[in-house]
């Protein structure tokens, strides 16, 4: 019972972190400044130090040994997936970004 609500919430928020990138993916798509690439950059850190808060959390909330082990292998698998998902939404973001200029001649 647990494992598959557990997986089912794991799935969905895989499908919600692929929607999310999609909707900053057209936010920025037409992004004609900077001042749009750092804003999602500096969310995309305050997410990153807000996920570092909850583990480091869960890390000090035991004193078991192995409950710390298994907390800091979860941080940095989530960390890992999260990085390599918004590094890979980054790279769609600039893509949209240098086509959307004119004036780029790297189009």
Known sequence: MGT???RKAWDRFEADIQ???GELRRHYK????????AELT???E???R??????NSLE???RDAEVRSRTKQAARSFGSA???TFRELGDQVDKAVRKSDPGNPSK
């Open 82 to 84: 999260l990085a390599e």
């Open 46 to 48: 305050q997410l990153g």
């Open 4 to 6: 598959d609500n557990t």
């Open 30 to 37: 037409n992004a004609d400044d900077d001042k749009k690439k």
């Open 42 to 44: 500096r969310s995309l």
């Open 60 to 62: 000090t909330a035991t």
């Open 50 to 55: 807000a996920a570092d808060t909850v583990f």
């Open 19 to 21: 929607g999310l990138a």
